[in-house]
């Protein structure tokens, strides 16, 4: 086991080398010169130049890419252009957001996918089952920003129950991060869009359970508990709800990766200070350095939980071993 | 027989007539007539990065078919325009963009000198339209070194006659600076054009009308991302660095040059300034403001070459302090916007703290200490800037502070707006929060005050002056009559902006600049450039394409 994993691990590294080198060349080509988006264009020409050497950005390709590397390989991911400081502390400052409010959606979508998938297969052919599936499908399909939208119109500025923007009252202090994120403001700010996030992504849990539960209900052990006398309920959610979460589980560790980009829109829809925008934004202004380092990084995470979801595999299915 | 000649003579005729519908010297050969006009490309913005300068492009391509000449409009990624017309080649035939109405344009040596200025039509320099003209070349040059400032008003109303007749570019259109604050919160508010309701003088004046909300939030849909003047390059940061920097001078409402950190200047000779600094001023830190950190900012800014302000300060020759509260400066030629544009603009720092940073470029400059009338408390990016009163400053604010609270989008402000969590926007409302604000449906927005400031930057039609056809001011005038300023303005704008036209640099909504005399082309009416062409010697050959005077 140790050894397979040693194994990924090193897969990873070679596979996030190669990453790094096509994001770097990707920005590379990317039409237009960085400098446009950083500076007026009335300024000096002279001034544009300095500015490219500021950055490196006159140096040849390959120098680039030298110096690249060799930073990479230290972890440095430089300073990015528009912010003057590490890359590394702008996306530290911005990822705590992103993930809490990532891990609350998951909270919402897996709890509610997990039973709702289970009780759903339970039920099979009832009218709740399709109105489940459409319900689910419905936010899945419906953009996110416009369900957001509704959201804040109904629930905040409608109703009055939750804040309507930002993750925090407007000139609320304090700094550390208990102070930051565990308080009942932080917390009113967290609930709309962690149930707009969360049922968009509802569907894939939802159906993945639903489907696992389906094939699972027909396994003799199902017939065994049955006649056994158990109650409904203990067969539902202790005998067949249980291996049924295997393929859910491997989704999940999947979904971390992805929702980081899928979450943009929620944070742009919520004024969320998460790192969704600022990739946008390191994009658009080409900020090379920044938006490299997010790309990197956000590989890295969904390689590591592409092995971490098979590793946990191993451990819920005894019947599955690795070499 | 003869009659039968006759008609067949008129059915040629008509045959002949019907081939050159385009009017024209049908009687002259086609290879008598002067070259064809070439095939064109006009780089227009993309839809999503603006729509009207997108569409109008397209209008032109189908307005320039109808007359015979081919234009390509191609969407074009704006910094990707920006490298094209900046490049070395200057390989490009017309394009669209904009020159934002910042406040230091206001003074017209930006929109007269630095855009049209033959010296400028070099590659990498402004005027991407390469327009020379020897006679506005010398009345650019004038308006420039004339220190006074009536006498240099005359001269930029004679620059703006020969622009508006020679069409060096056409202007399609300016947004109009809608924006909106809570009049039941606050009271004396400006609205300055070119800067909207958040400008350098609203938070100085403006008043709180209870005791229970002092300090307005100020919302913004772009984020800040440096607080280190030296380094910082978005309009958006500046807007807050300058109330936490003061600045010798400091532009009124009215757009005159006031006092501000300095108490007066002498202008000892063209290119010699003697800026007496206001005593008693200390920094936020408590340390005296002195001449030394004037003296110290303005050469730490000069010594930049890529800095924010490298056009406002290339033209000082050197600064040095005359006594304790007196200090020099030595032009390298008489620049009669040092006062407006200039000392308006460079912030003092404070040396004690700048001197010892290193590289000023690189320090990350976290808690800024300025001298100027708000004093920084804290930032999140991505969330807001919190601000409170000087409380030592010369001049009594009535605000505690402010909050510049940073939203992603403009429809999260417009639900905070209606939620009453904002009391001043600091950006453009786009037309449909306009009208739904207007429309105030169920008295949700009753609260706010819609304000509108004509902007005095423009949207326009560049040409490249340097090739035909857009080298020949007969087609460059007959062109003006193609573009349809109306659908611009009422239509894709839906009312808010104001009027372009040929040659049109400063508009209407500057008022003290602006020359009211002079007749732009400003009307849609292609016939006429159609007859235009004509007398100017255009030509369309057999194929009804438009062929060159010879």
Same mark, same amino acid.
């Given at each position: 086991m140790l050894f397979y994993i040693a194994k990924r691990l090193m897969v990873m590294v070679i596979m996030l080398f190669l990453i790094a080198t096509m994001i770097f060349l990707m920005f590379r080509t990317m039409p237009g010169d960085p400098t446009a988006s950083m500076v007026d264009p009335s300024i000096?020409?002279?001034?544009?130049?300095?500015?490219?050497?500021?950055?490196?950005?006159?140096?040849?390709?390959?120098?680039?890419?030298?110096?690249?590397?060799?930073?990479? #390989?230290?972890?440095?991911?430089?300073?990015?252009?528009?912010?003057?400081?590490?890359?590394?502390?702008?996306?530290?400052?911005?990822?705590?957001?992103?993930?809490?409010?990532?891990?609350?959606?998951?909270?919402?979508?897996?709890?509610?996918?997990?039973?709702?998938?289970a009780w759903m297969a339970w039920h099979r052919g009832s009218p709740l089952e399709s109105v489940g599936v459409t319900f689910s499908l419905i936010f899945r399909s419906a953009p996110t920003f416009w369900v957001g939208l509704m959201a804040i119109m109904v629930f905040s500025v409608?109703?009055?129950?939750?804040?309507?923007?930002?993750?925090?009252?407007?000139?609320?202090?304090?700094?550390?991060?208990?102070?930051?994120?565990?308080?009942?403001?932080?917390?009113?700010?967290?609930?709309?869009?962690?149930? #707009?996030?969360?049922?968009?992504?509802?569907?894939?849990?939802?159906?993945?359970m639903r489907n696992s539960m389906l094939e699972v209900m027909s396994e003799d052990y199902i017939e065994m508990a049955r006649a056994k006398g158990l109650t409904e309920r203990r067969v539902l959610y202790h005998h067949a709800a249980r291996n049924a979460l295997l393929p859910v589980v491997t989704a999940g560790a999947l979904f971390i990766g992805a929702a980081i980009g899928g979450q943009?829109?929620?944070?742009?829809?919520?004024?969320?200070?998460?790192?969704?925008?600022?990739?946008?934004?390191?994009?658009?202004?080409?900020?090379?350095?920044?938006?490299?380092?997010?790309?990197i990084i956000i590989s890295a995470i969904m390689m590591f939980m592409n092995l971490v979801a098979d590793v946990v595999y191993a451990f819920l299915d005894p019947r599955i071993t690795y070499r | 027989m003869g009659k039968m000649h006759i008609f067949r003579m008129a059915l040629a005729c008509l045959a002949l007539s019907l081939v050159v519908s385009c009017g024209g010297r049908a009687d002259v050969a086609d290879e008598d007539m002067g070259a064809p006009v070439p095939n064109l490309v006009i780089l227009s913005s993309l839809p999503e990065a603006n729509r009207v300068n997108y569409e109008m492009a397209q209008e032109l391509a189908e307005e320039l078919a109808k007359i015979g000449v081919t234009l390509e409009a191609r969407p074009t990624d704006f910094s990707v325009l920006l490298d094209v017309l900046y490049g070395e080649d200057m390989d490009y035939d017309a394009y669209t963009i904009g020159w934002s109405g910042r406040v230091e344009r206001l003074d017209p040596d930006m929109f007269i000198h630095s855009i049209n200025h033959s010296d400028n039509a070099v590659a990498g320099a402004n005027n991407t339209s390469r327009f020379s003209n020897a006679e506005f070349d010398i009345l650019a040059d004038a308006q420039r070194q004339e220190m006074d400032v009536e006498a240099r008003r005359e001269i930029v109303w004679r620059a703006q006659r020969i622009l508006a007749e020679e069409v060096p570019r056409i202007t399609l259109y300016s947004r109009a600076n809608v924006q909106t604050y809570d009049k039941t919160r606050f009271t004396n508010m400006v609205n300055m054009?070119?800067?909207?309701?958040?400008?350098?003088?609203?938070?100085? /004046?403006?008043?709180?009308?209870?005791?229970?909300?002092?300090?307005?939030?100020?919302?913004?849909?772009?984020?800040?991302?440096?607080?280190?003047?030296?380094?910082?390059?978005? /309009?958006?940061?500046?807007?807050?660095?300058?109330?936490?920097?003061?600045?010798? #001078?400091?532009?009124?409402?009215?757009?005159?040059?006031?006092?501000?950190?300095?108490?007066?200047?002498?202008? #000892?000779?063209?290119?010699?300034?003697?800026?007496?600094?206001?005593?008693?001023?200390?920094?936020?830190?408590?340390?005296?403001?002195?001449?030394?950190?004037?003296?110290?900012?303005?050469?730490?800014?000069?010594?930049?070459?890529?800095?924010?302000?490298a056009s406002f300060t290339n033209p000082i020759e050197s600064v040095e302090a005359r006594d304790g509260q007196t200090v020099r400066f030595v032009l390298e030629a008489p620049y009669a916007p040092f006062i407006t544009t200039t000392l308006t603009q460079i912030p003092i720092v404070p040396r004690h703290i700048w001197e010892n940073v290193g590289d000023v470029t690189q320090y990350e400059n976290a808690r800024p200490v300025g001298s100027g009338p708000f004093k920084f408390v804290r930032f999140r990016p991505g969330e807001e800037l919190v601000t409170e009163r000087f409380d030592d400053?010369?001049?009594? /604010?009535?605000?505690?502070?402010?909050?510049?609270?940073?939203?992603?989008?403009?429809?999260?402000?417009?639900?905070?707006?209606?939620?009453?969590?904002?009391?001043?926007?600091?950006?453009?409302?786009?037309?449909?929060?306009?009208?739904?604000?207007?429309?105030?449906?169920?008295?949700?927005?009753s609260h706010l005050e819609l304000t509108e400031a004509p902007d005095i930057g423009f949207f326009y039609i560049g040409l490249n002056n340097n090739r035909p056809p857009f080298n020949n001011a007969d087609f460059r005038r007959a062109l003006t009559y193609l573009v349809d300023y109306d659908y611009a303005l009422d239509v894709l704008l839906e009312g808010y902006g104001s009027r372009g036209g040929g040659g049109l640099v400063i508009n209407a909504a500057n008022e003290f600049w602006h020359n009211p005399e002079v007749p732009i082309y400003d009307t849609y009416d292609?016939?006429?450039?159609?007859?235009?062409?004509?007398?100017?010697?255009?030509?369309?050959?057999?194929?009804g394409r438009l062929r060159m005077p010879r």
């Open positions: 000096p020409r002279e001034a544009r130049q300095a500015l490219l050497e500021r950055y490196g950005l006159h140096e040849s390709l390959w120098t680039q890419y030298q110096i690249f590397v060799q930073d990479l #390989v230290r972890l440095d991911f430089g300073n990015s252009f528009f912010y003057n400081r590490p890359v590394l502390r702008v996306i530290g400052d911005r990822l705590p957001a992103t993930l809490i409010l990532m891990l609350s959606a998951m909270l919402v979508a897996y709890l509610a996918g997990v039973l709702g998938g409608a109703l009055g129950w939750f804040p309507a923007q930002g993750m925090r009252s407007t000139g609320y202090t304090g700094d550390t991060f208990f102070e930051i994120f565990v308080n009942r403001d932080f917390l009113r700010h967290l609930i709309l869009p962690s149930i #707009v996030a969360g049922f968009y992504f509802l569907a894939t849990p939802l159906l993945i943009v829109l929620i944070e742009v829809v919520f004024s969320w200070p998460g790192l969704g925008r600022e990739i946008v934004q390191a994009v658009t202004r080409s900020d090379y350095p920044l938006a490299q380092g997010v790309f | 054009s070119g800067e909207g309701l958040f400008n350098e003088w609203s938070p100085l /004046v403006m008043e709180p009308l209870s005791q229970d909300h002092t300090v307005p939030v100020v919302a913004s849909n772009i984020n800040i991302t440096n607080l280190n003047p030296f380094a910082a390059r978005s /309009v958006y940061d500046w807007r807050n660095l300058r109330l936490i920097y003061d600045k010798l #001078v400091r532009l009124s409402p009215q757009v005159e040059p006031e006092p501000w950190a300095a108490t007066g200047w002498e202008i #000892v000779e063209d290119t010699v300034v003697d800026v007496t600094i206001r005593e008693g001023m200390t920094f936020h830190d408590g340390k005296p403001v002195t001449v030394d950190d004037v003296v110290w900012s303005y050469q730490t800014w000069m010594d930049l070459p890529d800095s924010y302000f400053y010369f001049f009594p /604010v009535n605000i505690e502070g402010y909050i510049f609270k940073i939203y992603a989008s403009p429809e999260g402000v417009l639900s905070d707006l209606e939620l009453k969590n904002v009391d001043v926007i600091s950006y453009d409302l786009i037309p449909a929060h306009i009208n739904q604000i207007k429309n105030n449906e169920g008295g949700r927005f292609p016939e006429k450039a159609r007859e235009l062409l004509a007398e100017a010697g255009f030509t369309w050959d057999s194929n």
